[in-house]
C-alpha cells in the first residue's frame, strides 16, 4: 500500500515503435536489448517540460532530445528508453548532414561574397591589392 512509486523507481522502461512499454527491473545490457530487437537501437529519453505559456490545461512533456546509447551502455534504473528503427536513425543522420552542408555552403558564399565586396572597394579606391603588391614586389627585385 502506497509503495507503487518507489516499485516504479526503480523500474526502467522501455518504449517500443509499436507502442508497447515494456518495463524491467533490473539493469540490462543495451546489447542484450539489441540483441532481442533486430535492427533496432536504443536511446535515452531526455524529456524537457513545455514553457509556461504553451502549457494551458496539463501537464504535458515534450521530448526534445534522444541519446544513442553504445551496446556496451547499460540500461539503468529509474530511466526511459525508446527504440529506434535503424531507418529512423538513418533518416535523421541523412538530414543532419544535409543540413550540415546547406550551413557550409551558405557561409562559403558569404565569405566568397564578401572578398569581392572587398575587391571591388578597393579597386573603386584606386588602391592595389595585397597579391598585386607583392608581385610588383617580386618582379622588381634584383636576382
Keep these: 500500500m502506497g509503495n507503487c512509486?518507489?516499485?516504479d523507481a526503480a523500474a526502467l522502461v522501455i518504449q517500443h515503435p509499436c507502442g508497447r512499454i515494456e518495463r524491467l527491473y533490473?539493469?540490462?545490457p543495451v546489447s542484450e536489448v539489441m540483441r532481442m530487437n533486430p535492427s533496432?537501437?536504443?536511446s535515452l529519453i531526455i524529456p524537457l517540460p513545455v514553457p509556461?505559456?504553451?502549457n494551458q490545461d496539463e501537464k504535458t512533456v515534450r521530448f526534445t532530445r534522444v541519446k544513442l546509447l553504445?551496446?556496451?551502455d547499460t540500461l539503468a534504473l529509474g530511466h526511459a528508453y525508446r527504440l529506434i528503427t535503424s531507418q529512423e536513425v538513418m533518416k535523421?543522420?541523412?538530414?543532419?548532414k544535409y543540413a550540415k552542408m546547406k550551413r557550409q555552403q551558405l557561409e562559403s558564399n558569404e565569405k566568397l561574397q564578401l572578398g569581392q565586396e572587398n575587391q571591388s572597394s578597393e579597386r573603386e579606391s584606386g588602391g592595389k591589392s595585397d597579391m598585386d603588391k607583392t608581385y610588383?614586389?617580386?618582379l622588381c627585385s634584383p636576382l
Design 52 to 54: 509556461e505559456e504553451e
Design 136 to 138: 610588383q614586389v617580386c
Design 26 to 28: 533490473w539493469p540490462i
Design 92 to 96: 535523421v543522420l541523412r538530414a543532419k
Design 40 to 42: 533496432h537501437y536504443v
Design 70 to 72: 553504445r551496446p556496451s
Design 5 to 7: 512509486q518507489a516499485i
